[in-house]
């Protein structure tokens, strides 16, 4: 057998702590770079594992961050107890926010990584160190964004920096939160993969518009009191759809329908992404 496949990519893992948020982003000339690159955990970490890449690394240095390891110890641990270790790169955000990178010394060049607070960005057979720079500059720069928009942010300054030598196939984004997931049952607050595409950075961000319009949350105070006139209006157009009868009901249907029912909490207000889109069907 060959020599696996190399993760040539950059990527950051970093986290928000205020939001009580962490996550990896990641690019790659490299198939479904996602199912490989990111791990994360609410509270514990973040990891992106790439070059010749070690998958063990996610789940195990989850584990050691769980059991309160730091992020310089735990790349340490990883890295002195595997033998390819030279031929790796890694990225290690934890449950405090300090970060760590590391890069074999056969990884190819350009290969190298930049840590500071809150991150870990990293990167392999890049055109310079430019990406990498960017990616740091990019998430220092915008600390009043989401996390999600800020790791989506990196990955477009890094490749305008110049990015994979390689070209570009697939990128990945990944943010966890505790119970902030779908229904507030899951931690996965984001988990986007684009597999193959020609142009992966724009397509993320296209997938990241859609995720957000369908479980996005509007502020509450944001929301349209629904008084007599709205609540017509809402009747109308729902049975124009073919939704009748009782309005919390028909309403909530035909939200469901459009995978919008986590935008939903009754007629007593109604998120105004939600009109709208009830308003663009009819």
């Known amino acids: 057998m060959g ?42 970490g973040a ?49 405090q926010g300090r970060g760590a990178s590391f890069t074999g ?12 607070e809150g991150y870990a960005a990293q990167g392999n057979i890049l055109v310079s160190g430019d990406t990498v ?5 990019t998430f220092e720069a915008n600390g009043g964004s989401p996390l999600a928009e800020r790791l989506i942010e990196c990955l477009a300054a890094g490749q ?5 030598s390689r070209g570009q196939q697939s990128a990945a984004l990944l943010v966890v939160a505790r119970d902030s997931g779908y229904a507030g049952l899951s931690d996965v607050v984001v988990d986007l993969r684009v597999d193959d595409h020609q142009h992966p950075i724009p397509e993320l961000q296209r997938l990241y518009g859609l995720h957000q319009a369908i479980f996005g949350k509007t502020p509450r ?16 157009r729902l049975a124009r759809l073919g939704f009748e009868g009782d309005l919390d009901k028909a309403f909530l249907h035909w939200a469901g329908r459009e995978n919008l029912e986590e935008r939903v909490d009754g007629v007593e207000s109604v998120d105004p992404v939600v009109l709208e889109e009830l308003r663009r069907q009819t």
């Open 160 to 164: 305008a920096a110049g990015g994979d």
């Open 105 to 116: 010394k056969e990884c190819d060049a350009w290969a190298g990584g930049r840590v500071g």
């Open 221 to 236: 105070d944001q929301w349209l009191e629904v008084d007599e006139e709205l609540g017509a209006e809402l009747r109308e």
């Open 133 to 137: 720079d960017a990616i740091a500059r």
């Open 47 to 95: 990891i992106a594992t790439q070059a010749y890449a070690n998958p063990r690394y996610g789940p195990e240095g989850l584990e050691l961050l769980r059991a309160g390891g730091s992020a310089e110890k735990v790349v340490a641990a990883l890295t002195e107890a595997d033998e390819g270790r030279e031929q790796r790169q890694l990225g290690v955000v934890d449950g």
């Open 3 to 44: 020599p696996e496949p190399v993760v040539a990519t950059y990527s950051i893992a970093a986290c928000d702590l205020g939001a009580g948020e962490w996550g990896v982003a990641t690019q790659s000339k490299f198939l479904a770079v996602g199912s490989v690159v990111p791990s994360a955990e609410p509270h514990v």
